[in-house]
């Protein structure tokens, strides 16, 4: 950058603080009323002080450091500090006015921060990669609901905001200790009015998008969310078994793929689609359930208070489904006024959008149809899926319906798990067993001292504090969860439907449960190895297939193995008993029970040897095998008595589903 444009840079800031000394002056000493003059308070010109001091600050700091940071970036803008936020894309200038977050409170340095973040984070993309910048555009105008669009639009800003910081403090590591106090103590703060913030409060969706960012913003950060949410973010940061952070690799400016080069806008845009929004797409169908559930609730509430007054009730009506998500509003209102403030007005947004929509056309990589790039987009997500999972896209989606579809039923096998965390972590209010100087009440038995101590001139120990004392129950719940199921050609259809949903309720809810564990043992900084849950799971037809290990953890490839394997249901006989054999010689630790559940609907190839093998099993008297019969009574007597027959496939999942609360209760 020339001298001259230095020096034009230098002159526009100087005319603007002085623009700014005369418009202060003239509104402190303009007149009042009548002739008299309005008083001006020491107060007030302290205020006018600091406020010009800031603004100074910040200012002369964005002057000099501006047009090196459009040189290291490639920028090819021209940046000057006026009156307001403006740009005109078409000579690729932008203006830029501090006061705009000066005046909402910003120290100087978290005004610089700000600004920095505006254009590194934002307008950056428009000249460097606009075609990435349209692609974010339709994608938040693709969906018709005003609200959903919100959410989009939320979840864009996020993970551009933590990609446009990271590049501003790679290139100003002045910079990173300001990023996250402005983060820390104003956009997403730790405590407001000396109060932990409570983010549990607000829809799950949010809730991952706020702690992903302070996790990458502030260090060492604890946001408490719910448990989905946390469950969610900890997938994405530890992809692919721990070996890859999804979440730092997606935003980091750095970052490269797997042909060497540096991801452009458009390839992150791909993974986030593929990898991250699924995850808070997810969050936001439970968000939503969660809120049509508390209005029905409440709807059947009002309808009993006035079938009480014998008065007509008003059901909702099919058009009423845009209240389920109206406590969302509240939240996103919040993101949009605190948390994301806009300096530039909607008429800029336009300019910036024309000019980015223009730049595309022009672009020769708009030679082809937007449809067919999205076309081609999906083809390329999913075959990186594919290549990672042996699945495509679309069976995840079926996956994560039937996630959604069983929600309820998956919560509750992790709801009375609780009751056994419960009776090994238990925490009761009691009073200390040593007196103190200072406490909660006067310690009765050391009155008669606390007189002594007194005469004597000694600092009385006459106080006992209440303190929560962790207890611990002998119990150990170590188990090994084996799911045999039936693939034989007569499974087909319903059964087979069936048996998937099961397999999808028992080994979702299972896994949460071991999460549960570790998630308590780390908050509560105790030792939980004596519990512990591991599931495996089988199929069998003419052959038998393992197609999860028996482990604690639950990926996406063992979890569409399985579902597909189910759902296919055409392996010809019904060797089951080469699947017990197999489980038979697998290593057995003492300590641990181990349960296999055998799901079927006729009889076995070779019951005599399916019957030596359920005996060699049960010789163990820490393994229980237990049998569902879907139909057959030759099943129901193969593993009798811990047998249970069903005539209707649709009832499997919920007597799987107790039958596995069962276990846990026992």
Not at 8 to 30: A, C, D, G, P, Q
Not at 347 to 363: G, L, M
Not at 375 to 385: E, I
């Amino acid at each position: 950058m020339s001298m001259l444009v230095f020096y034009n840079i230098w002159l526009v800031l100087y005319t603007i603080s002085i623009r700014f000394v005369k418009k202060m002056t003239e509104v402190l000493h303009t007149p009042a009323t009548g002739t008299e003059s309005r008083a001006v308070t020491p107060e007030q010109e302290a205020l006018a002080r600091e406020y010009q001091a800031s603004l100074d600050k910040a200012a002369a700091f964005l002057d000099d450091q501006i047009p090196a940071l459009c040189r290291l970036t490639g920028m090819d803008v021209r940046v000057a500090i006026g009156d307001g936020w403006a740009t005109n894309p078409e000579t690729g200038s932008f203006t830029i006015d501090p006061s705009f977050f000066i005046e909402k409170g910003y120290s100087a340095d978290h005004c610089v921060f700000a600004t920095l973040h505006e254009l590194m984070a934002h307008v950056r993309d428009i000249k460097r990669d606009p075609v990435f910048s349209a692609r974010q555009d339709a994608f938040v105008a693709s969906s018709k609901d005003p609200q959903e669009q919100q959410a989009r639009h939320i979840f864009n800003n996020t993970l551009t905001d933590i990609h446009g910081n990271k590049q501003i403090m790679n290139m100003l590591p002045v910079m990173q200790e300001v990023g996250a106090d402005i983060y820390d103590s104003r956009l997403f703060p730790t405590k407001r009015d000396d109060e932990l913030v409570d983010y549990t409060n607000i829809p799950m969706h949010l809730q991952f998008l706020y702690k992903i960012i302070r996790q990458e913003m502030i260090p060492d950060s604890k946001t408490p969310v719910r448990q989905e949410v946390n469950e969610a973010i900890n997938q994405l940061r530890n992809f692919q078994n721990g070996q890859v952070d999804l979440i730092s690799f997606l935003t980091d400016p750095g970052a490269r793929g797997s042909n060497g080069k540096k991801l452009s806008g458009s390839d992150r845009f791909d993974y986030w689609l593929t990898q991250i929004w699924p995850q808070y797409e997810t969050l936001i169908r439970l968000d939503k359930q969660e809120a049509k559930d508390a209005q029905q609730q409440n709807s059947g509430q009002q309808t009993d208070g006035d079938a009480d007054e014998q008065q007509p009730s008003n059901p909702p009506q099919d058009g009423d489904s845009q209240k389920d998500t109206d406590s969302f509003s509240d939240a996103y209102a919040d993101y949009f006024d605190n948390k994301h403030p806009e300096p530039f007005s909607p008429e800029e947004h336009q300019k910036i959008h024309d000019a980015t929509h223009k730049a595309v056309q022009e672009d020769r990589r708009t030679k082809v149809t937007p449809e067919q790039q999205e076309r081609a987009r999906r083809a390329a997500a999913n075959h990186r899926y594919r290549e990672q999972t042996g699945h495509s896209l679309v069976e995840k989606q079926r996956y994560d319906d039937e996630i959604q579809r069983f929600h309820k039923q998956i919560a509750q096998m992790r709801t009375v798990f609780q009751s056994v965390l419960n009776e090994v972590v238990a925490s009761r209010r009691s009073l200390s067993r040593h007196s103190r100087q200072d406490g909660d009440i006067l310690d009765p038995n050391r009155l008669a001292q606390t007189v002594v101590d007194i005469k004597s001139g000694t600092t009385p120990e006459a106080f006992q504090r209440y303190e929560t004392i962790r207890g611990r129950t002998e119990l150990n719940c170590k188990t090994d969860y084996f799911f045999v199921f039936d693939c034989s050609g007569s499974m087909g259809g319903e059964p087979a439907q069936a048996a998937a949903s099961c397999a999808v309720i028992i080994l979702e809810g299972l896994a949460g449960m071991e999460r549960d564990i570790r998630q308590l043992e780390e908050q509560q900084n105790i030792d939980l190895s004596d519990l512990s849950v591991r599931t495996s799971l089988y199929t069998f037809g003419d052959a038998a297939v393992c197609h999860k290990p028996l482990s604690s953890s639950l990926h996406d490839k063992q979890r569409l193995d399985t579902y597909t394997a189910i759902t296919a249901a055409d392996m010809g006989n019904t060797a089951d008993y080469l699947a017990l054999q197999e489980i038979a010689t697998l290593p057995h630790d003492q300590d641990r029970q181990r349960i296999i559940v055998v799901v079927t609907d006729g009889i076995s190839n070779d019951p005599g040897t399916a019957r030596a093998a359920v005996s060699q099993l049960r010789r163990d008297q820490n393994t229980v095998v237990y049998g569902v019969s879907i139909g057959s009574d030759a099943a129901e007597q193969l593993y009798a008595p811990n047998a249970k027959l069903i005539n209707d496939p649709k009832d499997l999942p919920n007597v799987l589903q107790s039958f596995i609360e069962t276990t846990i209760q026992t």
